[in-house]
């Protein structure tokens, strides 16, 4: 090797050293990794979800309600989400477990239009079906995105994931919870007012005042709340798909005794490419 060739490789040694340095010095910081992850999620043109929520409150141990739900976007804008209900095998004393995937109690269709998911249909147990919209884990990043939050990289990932620690400001978290418990609240007036077709005039009045009665105190007991939500993203570093989702919603609020009631919700969301 001449003199010449051996500057050649110690330049190529030295543009090689720089590059490493710089990307060393310069990561992605987790706000980053969060906004190139659900900027590529929305340009995905289909990918399934499984989940998992729970809902305990101070006065009970265990959790008090839980639910199992699945999900399926196609043609990048259009998603569907049902509830799972676990089955029992047929025969009589059976105990073995049988697949949820053929069972459901409910069923909602969504369509993105303008950043925002429109409620299509819903098929199925009308309690469950006007809550699966609070499921969206599409909706979830989206508002994610837009709110006032503080976002961190979490220990404890496993080898090829990041895990993102969010929390959002204490104002924005409630104001996510009363948007998603609003539209809850309107899609079972609607669902009220069609029942209620063909009806007599008193049954219909008897309807909208359970209604707003039942909005009244909802909106009351929010006014009054403290609400804390906590996320986790799990993403691949490879190709910056998301693994899970996981959250935390604490809500302190008081009952219609003025009561102090602390209720809990924790939600587990699977992302299946």
Known sequence: MNKRELCRGFAALLILCACLAGCSMNPKSPEQWLKQTTGGLAGIDSFTFSGEAAVRTQSQKGFRESMAYEGILTEHDKLTIRSMLPAQAAGKGATQTVSMSNYHAAESGFRRQDG?????FSEGSTALGTSLARFNPLAQLDAINKLPKEVRE??????GTKVLRIELAPSAAKTWLSEQ???EMDAIRMQAE???LGRPAQEKRQLADAWNKGDGQMKQM????EVGIVYYLTIDKRSGFPVKLS????????????????EQLVNNVVFHP
Do not use: C, F, P
């Not at 925002?116 to 299509?120: K, N, S």
């Not at 929010?222 to 709340?225: F, G, N, P, R, W």
């Open 116 to 120: 925002h998911w429109v409620h299509l």
């Open 154 to 159: 979490a220990s404890g990932a496993a080898r």
């Open 247 to 262: 959250s935390e919603s604490n809500i302190r609020y008081l009952n219609l005794h003025r009561q102090e009631e602390h």
């Open 222 to 225: 929010l006014d009054q709340a």
């Open 181 to 183: 418990l609003e539209t």
């Open 194 to 196: 069609k029942a209620a």
